[in-house]
């Protein structure tokens, strides 16, 4: 792969499951991101890591957790998924924070 | 924390009309970033300034940073239906770090041919 990867593409998610978005770049970035978007609400910083081991909340961390175990890998979990968990997630990556952010393709989760 | 407001939200226009979109930060930035998204797509990076009053230009497009490093715009001149999409503008807080990186709501450029 080149780049970053997220999987799934998109999901439905019972309410009350628990959900983790996958988020893996080869990059070797060493900060790395998860937004949300929503319509008329941007891009939502939920969590970051400036490098593998650390780990940060961001604007809308309440309901998900994150872990940064190795450069490459930066999951998103959704312990107890909520209806209003529903929106665009997405994964991205830079060199530090300060320089281009790459983005995936992005997870579509909907939430009933 | 660090604010970062994007205007207009939404800008429709004729093609071939011009479009702006302005940013303001809240707090001075050590850089501000320009991503476009098109419709269904994912943010994708187009530049960024670091520089005190500097003006870059990609083709029609001009982005420009304020003097005081808390604003920019970016200006597309004579618009294409290729433009149509979501234009964001981040601005990177002095020191770095990822949380340091904020994005404005957006600019939904609306093209009518």
């Known amino acids: 792969i080149a780049g970053i990867t997220q999987a799934p593409t998109s999901q439905i998610l019972a309410a009350g499951r628990r959900m983790t978005l996958r988020c893996t770049q080869d990059m070797r970035h060493n900060a790395m991101y998860w937004y949300r978007q929503d319509l008329g609400l941007g891009l939502r910083l939920i969590h970051y890591s400036n490098t593998a081991g650390t780990t940060g909340k961001g604007e809308v961390p309440d309901g998900y957790s994150v872990s940064r175990a190795n450069t490459d890998d930066f999951p998103l979990t959704l312990a107890s998924a909520v209806p209003s968990q529903t929106s665009v997630y997405f994964c991205?990556?830079?060199?530090?924070?300060?320089?281009?952010?790459?983005f995936g393709q992005g997870t579509r989760l909907t939430v009933v | 924390g660090q604010q970062v407001m994007q205007i207009p939200q939404y800008q429709h226009v004729q093609e071939g009309e011009d479009f702006t979109t302005y940013c303001n930060s809240s707090t001075t930035l050590s850089n501000i970033q320009w991503y476009k998204q098109r419709p269904g797509g994912h943010p994708v990076f187009l530049i960024q300034l670091v520089k005190s009053g500097e003006v870059k230009k990609q083709k029609r497009l001009t982005f420009q940073f304020g003097e005081a490093k808390k604003n920019s715009s970016l200006h597309i001149t004579a618009t294409q239906t290729t433009d149509v999409g979501t234009y964001f503008c981040?601005?990177?807080?002095?020191?770095?770090?990822?949380?340091?990186?904020?994005f404005g709501k957006g600019t939904h450029l609306i093209i009518q041919p």
């Open positions: 981040a601005g990177a807080a002095a020191g770095g770090g990822a949380d340091g990186l904020t």
């Open positions: 991205a990556s830079s060199l530090d924070g300060n320089t281009e952010a790459f």
